[in-house]
């Protein structure tokens, strides 16, 4: 079973930037989505980007242009840099797999993103 953990969470000013990352327990395989979601109190868990072993890539409306998602084959990894944070962009970030041959989704534990003066 693979385990994902992130980090690169904290307490950030607004205008501010964070870069977090994901890092699987073991190799995943080559054909994959991966993909950053939060949630914040009180609100549904959403999705802020995927990204595909193909390439493709897609971002939430909300973070169009500030955030951006990438991977890192070498090191196994996958990151979200997020610039120009907002006070709305205060949540739990999850990152999440998926082999493109598997139903299954697996989730890390969260990090926390606070954005206040």
């Known amino acids: 079973q693979v385990q994902l953990v992130e980090s690169g969470g904290g307490l950030v000013q607004p205008g501010g930037s964070l870069r977090l990352s994901c890092a699987p327990s073991?190799?995943?395989?080559?054909?994959?989505?991966m993909g950053w979601h939060r949630q914040a109190p009180g609100k549904q868990r959403e999705l802020v980007a995927f990204?595909?072993?193909?390439?493709?890539?897609n971002y939430a409306d909300f973070v169009k242009g500030r955030f951006s998602i990438s991977t890192d084959n070498a090191k196994n990894q996958m990151y979200l840099q997020m610039n120009s944070l907002k006070p709305e962009d205060a949540a739990v970030y999850y990152c999440?797999?998926?082999?493109?041959?598997?139903?299954?989704?697996?989730w890390g534990q969260g990090t926390q993103v606070t954005v206040s003066s």
């Open positions: 999440k797999y998926r082999s493109t041959y598997s139903t299954i989704d697996y």
């Open positions: 073991e190799s995943i395989s080559r054909f994959y989505v």
């Open positions: 990204i595909t072993s193909g390439g493709l890539i």
